[in-house]
Antibody
Framework: EVQLVESGGGLVQPGGSLRLSCAAS????????MSWVRQAPGKGLEWVAN????????YYVDSVKGRFTISRDNAKNSLYLQMNSLRAEDTAVYYC??????????????WGQGTLVTVSS | SYELTQPPSVSVSPGQTARITCSGD??????AYWYQQKPGQAPVLVIY???ERPSGIPERFSGSSSGTTVTLTISGVQAEDEADYYC????????????FGGGTKLTVL
């Protein structure tokens, strides 16, 4: 059974940093793209970042470029999101998701339960 | 920036058919995907590659595509189908630049 378990969320002041983790199990982690998707309170889903199986390709939504870094450790079956220079608008539930690629797109077939990040003074 | 447009809300009575649309200029070139999200839960994939249904998803869920619009159809809606539904695709600049629609709240009357 595929399982994705996020951790590391919490309350942080504007301008601060936080590192999210996602522990994966039930599948061969090193064979899949992985992603982070977030959802602000009462709002819709927003894609944040994708990372290729070997970490050689990374993609980000414009609003987090230069502030967030996605990474992975295949030996530990873990995905990470380093978030720096946090802003109030980064407040959201952050989901870890397994990525699937096709010739014509990218999508998410399994999701974790999410971890809440609150940016506030 | 690229956008996918969904109606904010759709309401149907039990047993009727619900249709939720999603429009975007790149949809003729990119597949669309649909997710169901119930309150307090993570999203669940219900349709992939425009019209394919993952295992475990009821047959009443179907998807279709026509030009710049894709449609999620739920036939014989049940009370348990009340949820938010999101379409997802990618913009024309690249497969890996993911975009979500704003979401549609399906209310079962």
């Amino acid at each position: 059974e595929v399982q994705l378990v996020e951790s590391g969320g919490g309350l942080v002041q504007p301008g601060g940093s936080l590192r999210l983790s996602c522990a994966a199990s039930g599948f061969t982690f090193s064979s899949y793209w992985m992603s982070w998707v977030r959802q602000a309170p009462g709002k819709g889903l927003e894609w944040v970042a994708n990372i290729k199986q070997d970490g050689s390709e990374k993609y980000y939504v414009d609003s987090v470029k230069g502030r967030f870094t996605i990474s992975r450790d295949n030996a530990k079956n873990s995905l990470y999101l380093q978030m720096n220079s946090l802003r109030a608008e980064d407040t959201a539930v952050y989901y870890c998701a397994r990525g699937m690629t096709t010739v014509r797109s990218y999508y998410f077939d399994y999701w974790g339960q999410g971890t809440l990040v609150t940016v506030s003074s | 920036s690229y956008e996918l447009t969904q109606p904010p809300s759709v309401s149907v009575s039990p047993g009727q058919t619900a249709r939720i649309t999603c429009s975007g200029d790149a949809l003729p070139k990119q597949y669309a995907y649909w997710y169901q999200q119930k309150p307090g839960q993570a999203p669940v994939l219900v349709i992939y590659k425009d019209s394919e249904r993952p295992s475990g998803i009821p047959e009443r869920f179907s998807g279709s595509s026509s030009g710049t619009t894709v449609t999620l159809t739920i036939s014989g809606v049940q009370a348990e189908d009340e949820a938010d539904y999101y379409c997802q695709s990618a913009d024309s600049s690249g497969t890996y630049n993911v975009v979500f629609g704003g979401g549609t709240k399906l209310t079962v009357l």
